[in-house]
């Protein structure tokens, strides 16, 4: 659950700290208030696309950081630690820097973190439905992914995806080896001296670094070696030494101090001062002590950085991606290898194709018994949002015999707006609001089984109004029953309906636009459902019906 979003210099957010509570809370203002942009400053904190419009006109740096409690969310603290990034016990804190220049950085835990590891904790927290998602439940794929997350299905369409994909690399292979047999023979007698050379050179994984810079220390040991006796004879053996020049004011100053204790903080500063001179003193005396000439080293130093440097030309790669390289080049004679005996390759095909056609067909029988069930809760759901009139289908078409990556058929999402009439392809068949009430139904169904603990809608109630926004209020406050809904809304039927509800306002301070955010008591929010129920002008009437809304909560 989010606990807490901390916002700095964030479009047109100069500070802002919320605080989040468990259930529906539903955000509400003027529009360009910025209520959308919280929205946008968590899915910054979350992964999201980092640029340098982000910051706020005339400010260094944007700064976002959302703290999580994640005591419920036990496999999300195993990644944790696997990843080492444990903070506190059953919290999770995560934060995102964006610069003026557009370049971000990213923490876990106060630990330094990629935006990809942002990301994979961020669908493991958080699920947001944006204002235009049912633009892409027009798309198949979208639709195929909506099915899936629903049922349960993710890991198993994965594994199916890959045997697929496995399954299509050795036909290629089989393929090639068929038609390019003269190539294959040159192409492996080539990487075969390739890998030969390096295997003999023999470089490890970071030892580039390791001889340049043992090169660097003995070609300048001379320099080395006079350099710190110097410092030494500066520092504590010569007779101008700084040690005894330090030593010496202090035993003028430290009876002084019967006189005037004010002496005695500059005392300690210089004891403290006369303590790390003397380690210093020591710590060069003892690298003193290791570093000796040895052209013998060198030499064979200088001819390893040759030999490696000779490789890399003559491979035309760095030297440091050398390692790498020599890998590379024996899982590529490997592939060779195997695809030379042409009946050894016929048959890993076949039991590739095998596995995937298992994987694919339980794949199949699960999305149909899915199918069948998300079809039924939508068409309910359609009836309740005043389509009555409707049907919803989930239509598996099927791929065979091949088959393809996402399975064994195509996922479409059909509906039929009028009794009576075929269903057809969503996107040929709904207008924007219908549309948009059927895309609502879909993500509050399948919200239900996701497992994020945090679910944020941002204006999905566009399109719709009076009692079928009622409708929408009421699921939304049902669904903040089990979880953390929090919602961008303008609909006063749908905020009525919220346990909490938040105040955006928009102002000016000097002369640049200001975010504000207001946790609305039950006066206030009176004023705001009728601010939105009226418009400009508030009238006792409006107050009124405002009371009458929230009294159905």
């Not at 018994?369 to 289908?393: Q, T, Y």
Request: net charge negative; glycine share 8%.
């Amino acid at each position: 659950m989010l606990l807490n979003l901390s916002i700095r210099d964030f479009a047109i957010v100069d500070r802002l700290d919320l605080e989040f509570r468990p259930g529906f809370t539903a955000l509400t203002g003027e529009t360009g208030a910025g209520k959308s942009i919280l929205i946008d400053a968590l899915s910054l904190a979350l992964g999201d696309r980092a640029g340098s419009e982000q910051v706020r006109s005339g400010a260094e740096r944007a700064d976002v950081t959302a703290e999580f409690a994640v005591e419920a969310l036990p496999e999300l603290g195993r990644w944790v630690g696997e990843q080492a990034l444990e903070g506190d016990p059953n919290r999770l804190l995560l934060r995102r820097v964006v610069d003026r220049n557009g370049r971000s950085r990213g923490f876990i835990n106060g630990h330094a973190a990629t935006v990809s590891q942002l990301r994979e904790a961020g669908e493991r927290l958080v699920d947001i439905h944006g204002q235009h998602a049912h633009q892409s439940l027009l798309k198949p794929e979208a639709q195929r992914l909506v099915l899936d997350a629903h049922a349960g299905l993710v890991p198993l369409a994965q594994q199916a995806g890959d045997a697929h994909r496995e399954w299509q690399r050795l036909c290629r292979a089989r393929s090639d080896h068929q038609h390019n047999a003269a190539a294959r023979n040159a192409e492996r007698e080539q990487l075969s001296w390739q890998a030969e050379e390096l295997s003999q050179l023999g470089l490890q994984p970071g030892e580039w670094d390791t001889i340049q810079s043992e090169h660097g220390r003995l070609a300048h040991a001379a320099s080395l070696i006079e350099g710190v006796r110097d410092a030494i004879d500066l520092l504590s053996e010569s007779e101008s030494a700084a040690l005894g020049a330090l030593s010496g004011a202090l035993s003028r100053l430290r009876p002084l101090t019967e006189y005037d204790a004010a002496l005695r903080e500059t005392i300690s500063l210089l004891e403290s001062g006369e303590a790390q001179l003397r380690e210093s003193a020591y710590a060069l005396r003892h690298y003193a002590d290791r570093v000796e000439l040895d052209p013998g080293r060198l030499r064979e130093v200088e001819q390893r950085l040759e030999a490696v440097h000779s490789a890399s030309r003559k491979l035309r790669v760095r030297p440091e991606a050398l390692p790498e390289l020599l890998v590379s080049l024996k899982q590529r004679l490997k592939d060779l290898e195997m695809t030379s005996d042409l009946e050894a390759l016929a048959k890993q095909e076949q039991s590739a194709r095998s596995s995937y056609d298992g994987l694919a067909s339980r794949l199949s029988a699960e999305r149909s018994k899915a199918a069948a069930k998300l079809s039924r809760e939508v068409n309910a759901a359609m009836k309740e949002l005043a389509m009555s009139g409707g049907r919803f289908e989930v239509e598996l078409r099927s791929l065979l015999p091949d088959g393809s990556a996402a399975g064994n058929e195509q996922v479409e999402f059909l509906v039929s707006t009028n009794p009576g009439t075929e269903p057809r392809a969503l996107a040929k068949v709904a207008s924007g609001g219908e549309l948009s009430r059927i895309s609502l139904a879909i993500q509050v169904i399948t919200s239900k089984a996701a497992a994020v603990s945090t679910l944020i809608f941002d204006e999905v109630d566009a399109g719709i109004g009076g009692a079928v926004a009622e409708v929408v209020g009421r699921k939304l406050r049902t669904l903040g029953e089990e979880r953390q809904v929090l919602c961008v809304t303008h609909l006063p039927q749908v905020a009525a309906q919220a346990r909490e509800q938040w105040s955006v306002a928009k102002g000016t301070e000097s002369g640049s636009a200001r975010s504000r955010v207001a946790v609305l008591d039950q006066k206030s929010r009176i004023e705001e459902i009728a601010r939105m129920l009226g418009g400009v002008a508030i009238t006792a009437t409006t107050r009124k019906h405002a009371a009458e809304m929230l009294g159905l909560r």
